[in-house]
């Protein structure tokens, strides 16, 4: 059943979004896997010092409940995309992945960074996007969303972007989402229009600083690139990981703190 939740809710936050027949979608929550703390407990991050037989042990029991193998790539916030196959010869280098096989699901990890899922009109393909502010930004207005328009047929051109399906899965909130101005720097050169996803605050040490609307500049690209089916977050408090601790892992909220913190993984697959 297209969009139906593989987990209970307090494990499985589903992405509600009109799916294509076939299509299933969502994202992992903190709890339901056998972790320690700083990690605990359904920690997907097999980079954060975390022990690799409790990740290997959290990632099988994602597959288990998915009923089909996600596929987890080494995020680098660039802008690199990888076709997912059946068979591939080691880990790909990706911040965006796509396939058109069954029971293959496209799964991004996350812990503050912005996760975006897609789906082709027709259902035939699907699309996972890990979008931190330097991947969203990329270089001369061409990002990691703009590279995946380059590299997934369904949305090389505007028409099938107008109807694919698009939804954006929780991240650090524009509440407390501080940047410096490099950061503003890196969106308003390419799209002035972009100045209004950062509010001012007092300087610090004489430098400027923002609080930065990542859900609301993800937006805007989308926008300008022909999406116009966007569901998810939108920028409100129930969508911050900074905000939750009981459901979200967050770096920003807890790497100072803790030493590390887990990862959760936003996934799309064809049943």
Known sequence: MSGAAPLPADRWLMAEAPWPQGVQAGMTLRTGGVSVAPWDSWNL??????NPQAVAS????????LAARP?????VHGTDVVRLVPVLSST???DAAWTAEPALACAMMVADCLPLLLASPDGASVAAVHAGWRGLAGQCGRGVLEALCEAWPPVQGRAGRRDTVVWLGPCIGPQAFEVGDEVRQAFVQANPGAHACFQPLPPQDGAPKFLADLP????????????????GNDGSPVWC???????????????????????MAACIWRG
């Open 241 to 263: 990981t900074v905000s939750d601790s009981s459901r979200f892992f967050s770096h920003r909220r807890d790497h100072r703190r803790l030493g590390s913190t887990g990862r």
């Open 58 to 65: 959290n990632r099988e029991r994602l597959t288990q409940a």
């Open 92 to 94: 790909p280098c990706a």
């Open 216 to 231: 609301a500049l993800a937006r805007r690209r989308l926008a300008a690139l022909g999406f116009d089916s966007v569901h």
């Open 71 to 75: 596929v987890f790539c080494q995020q």
């Open 45 to 50: 991050g097999d980079h954060v010092g975390d």
